[in-house]
C-alpha cells in the first residue's frame, strides 16, 4: 500500500504530536535526552500550541499510509531566525518527522523528495533544514545522505544545531 503526501489541516495535529512523542519516547530509550527532552510533546502546552499552529501554516503537508494513519509531517516556509540568513531565494524544512512504525520506512526520503518538488514549483533553487548537531550525528548524515551539505552550525542555549542546503536539481 501506498503513502500519500496531502496539505495537513487542523485536524492532523493529535497525529502530529503522536509523531513527536513516539520519537522522545524512542529517543529516550536509546539515551538521546537531549534533542528534545524527555517529556511527551503532548503533555506540554507549549508544543501543543507550535504544533497545531505549524499544521494550520501553508506549507504544512503530511504523509498517510492507509493502515497506519498519517506517518510523516514536512512544514515548509521560512526559515527560523535562530539560523543564519540565506545567500538566495529558499524554502525551508521547518520540521521534518516520520513514524518510527516499519510501514513508514522511507517517509522521511519521500517527504523531502516532496520538498524538492514544492521549492521547484515556487521558482527557487535552495531549500536548507536544520537539525539537531548532538549526539552521534546520525540526524546530519541521514540530511546528508539526500543531498543536502552541512552550511552553518549554531547554538540555541547549549543545543548544537547544524543547517544543511541542497540544491534543487543538482
Same mark, same amino acid.
Given at each position: 500500500?501506498?503513502? @500519500? %503526501?496531502?496539505?495537513?489541516?487542523?485536524?492532523?495535529?493529535?497525529?502530529? #504530536?503522536?509523531? =513527536?512523542?513516539? /520519537? %522522545?519516547?524512542? =529517543?529516550? &530509550? %536509546?539515551?538521546?535526552?537531549?534533542?528534545?527532552?524527555?517529556?511527551?510533546?503532548?503533555?506540554?502546552?507549549?508544543?501543543?500550541? $507550535?504544533? @497545531?499552529?505549524?499544521?494550520?501554516?501553508? *506549507?504544512?503537508?503530511?504523509?498517510?499510509?492507509?493502515?497506519? !494513519?498519517?506517518?510523516? /509531517?514536512?512544514?515548509?516556509?521560512?526559515?527560523?531566525?535562530?539560523?543564519?540568513?540565506?545567500?538566495?531565494?529558499?524554502? +525551508?524544512?521547518?520540521?521534518?518527522? *516520520? &513514524?518510527?512504525?516499519?510501514?513508514?520506512?522511507?517517509?522521511?526520503?519521500?517527504?523531502?523528495?516532496?520538498?524538492?518538488?514544492?521549492?521547484?514549483?515556487?521558482?527557487? $533553487?535552495? #531549500?536548507?533544514?536544520?537539525? +539537531?548537531?548532538?549526539? @552521534?550525528?546520525? #540526524?546530519? $548524515? =541521514? +540530511?546528508? &545522505?539526500?543531498?543536502?551539505?552541512?552550511?552553518?552550525?549554531? #547554538?540555541?542555549?547549549?543545543?548544537?544545531?547544524?543547517?544543511?542546503?541542497? %540544491?534543487? !536539481?543538482?
Amino acid at each position: 500500500m501506498t503513502t @500519500t %503526501i496531502r496539505p495537513a489541516t487542523a485536524a492532523d495535529a493529535t497525529a502530529v #504530536l503522536r509523531l =513527536f512523542d513516539d /520519537a %522522545i519516547a524512542w =529517543f529516550v &530509550s %536509546i539515551g538521546n535526552t537531549r534533542q528534545w527532552g524527555t517529556e511527551p510533546f503532548s503533555t506540554q502546552q507549549k508544543q501543543v500550541d $507550535r504544533v @497545531t499552529g505549524w499544521v494550520a501554516e501553508p *506549507g504544512a503537508w503530511v504523509a498517510e499510509h492507509p493502515d497506519a !494513519g498519517v506517518v510523516g /509531517a514536512l512544514i515548509l516556509g521560512d526559515a527560523t531566525d535562530y539560523v543564519p540568513a540565506a545567500t538566495e531565494p529558499e524554502l +525551508y524544512v521547518k520540521v521534518l518527522i *516520520g &513514524s518510527r512504525d516499519p510501514r513508514a520506512k522511507g517517509t522521511g526520503r519521500a517527504l523531502l523528495a516532496f520538498a524538492d518538488e514544492q521549492a521547484k514549483a515556487a521558482g527557487v $533553487r535552495m #531549500l536548507r533544514v536544520d537539525c +539537531y548537531a548532538g549526539g @552521534t550525528g546520525d #540526524l546530519v $548524515r =541521514f +540530511y546528508e &545522505s539526500c543531498g543536502y551539505v552541512t552550511t552553518d552550525t549554531f #547554538l540555541v542555549g547549549d543545543w548544537p544545531g547544524q543547517v544543511l542546503a541542497r %540544491i534543487v !536539481g543538482a
